[in-house]
């Protein structure tokens, strides 16, 4: 009878250590599971932060910005002056008659003039601004609030920003801006067509992760 | 050099010319059609306006090989245009013209601003015709004349 008594309880000790311990694991690796996935998270949102400080690099590059402006008018030139000739906005950021961006700007680049051009030359639209009213780039924060807003950037998810990255002609002509009239060479934006594009990609897949805005930011 | 077929006031001209040649020289030089002018040859001034399917362009600026088939209307030709005898016939009335060596750019812009905005304000006559220079300082009559041009097209 004893015997038996010693049995059942070492029995039922075994049981309990035994469920104990399966507990104790399955618990450990859950929390593990949660806190891996946290990091790969963190770690893709710092990726996409990353790339989107390489976009933003390219997108305040005078090639870019020139015509991101906030004002009544174009700029020109790596000190982005304003744009010569009177040239201003007009409603559609086509100028006004008689004096429209094609009045000058052509389709493609005139090297022998020092005019650059492509298809559909325009001013980007207010709600695409990427400077303040005093001509200085916004901060990275805002533009890329700017840019991921899809009620101003002229309805571009994710994926769209990807193509309009990739394919857009005026995009495309930043990094073949032509010569200017002294005959020497456009600078490009800091990035190559082919980094830009990729670094898009990995912000994209990162969910456009935005910078948090700061006391600074216009 | 490169042969080119360009339609210059409704007719067909044809020019062989190195494609970087800008339009303007293209009309003065080969085609001889010496009202438009050569002012500062940077697309500043405005004195060589001519309008490129309608719209007023800078022809000092535009090599001949981005012309392509579009429609060209020079000085010589806008006056076939209602719009244009309108604007030529309100110069004249207002005897605008000083020296006169800007005065064809700044029709050839007249005519594009009134054609797009019939009625325009004065706002729009200083935007349209601010990439147009006048030495002789006109602006006053280009402005009445602008306005007496719309009177006379309603």
Known sequence: MLSNSRFFIRTLLVILVSTATWIALTASAAIEVREYKKSDADANRGDG???????????????????????????????????????????????????????????????STGVPGGRNWHLAPLSMRWQDANDRPLSSAAVCRAVTDVSKNGGLNGTALIKHHEEEPLVLWAWNPGLRPDGSMRTLPPLS???????????????TPCPPPNRTAR | ??????????????????????????????????????????????????HLDGVATRSCVVPVSLVS???????????ADPVGRAVQDAWVDKDVVQCGYCQSGQIMSAVALLQATPRPSDTNIEESMG??????????????????????LK
Not at chain 2, 131 to 152: D, F, H, M, P, W
């Open chain 1, 49 to 111: 932060l990353a790339a989107w400080q390489k976009v933003y690099s390219v997108l305040i590059s005078p090639r870019c910005i020139n015509c991101h402006t906030a004002t009544n008018y174009p700029q020109q030139g790596d000190d982005r002056h304003r744009h010569f000739a009177n040239v201003i906005r007009g409603p559609g950021g086509k100028g006004v008659p008689g004096l429209n961006c094609i009045s000058c700007h052509q389709s493609a680049n005139a090297d």
């Open chain 2, 1 to 50: 050099m490169a042969t080119y077929q360009l339609n210059v006031n409704g007719q067909r001209k044809q020019v062989n010319v190195d494609p970087s040649t800008p339009l303007l020289w293209v009309l003065r030089e080969e085609l001889k059609m010496t009202g438009t002018k050569y002012g500062c040859g940077i697309s500043a001034c405005g004195a060589c306006t001519v």
């Open chain 2, 131 to 152: 990439g147009n220079l006048c030495r002789c300082a006109t602006y006053v009559r280009i402005r009445e004349a602008i306005k007496s041009a719309s009177q006379q």
């Open chain 2, 69 to 79: 088939d579009r429609s060209i209307v020079t000085i010589e030709g806008i006056g």
């Open chain 1, 193 to 207: 067509h082919a980094e830009f594009v990729a670094a898009t990609r990995t912000w994209v897949e990162a969910g």
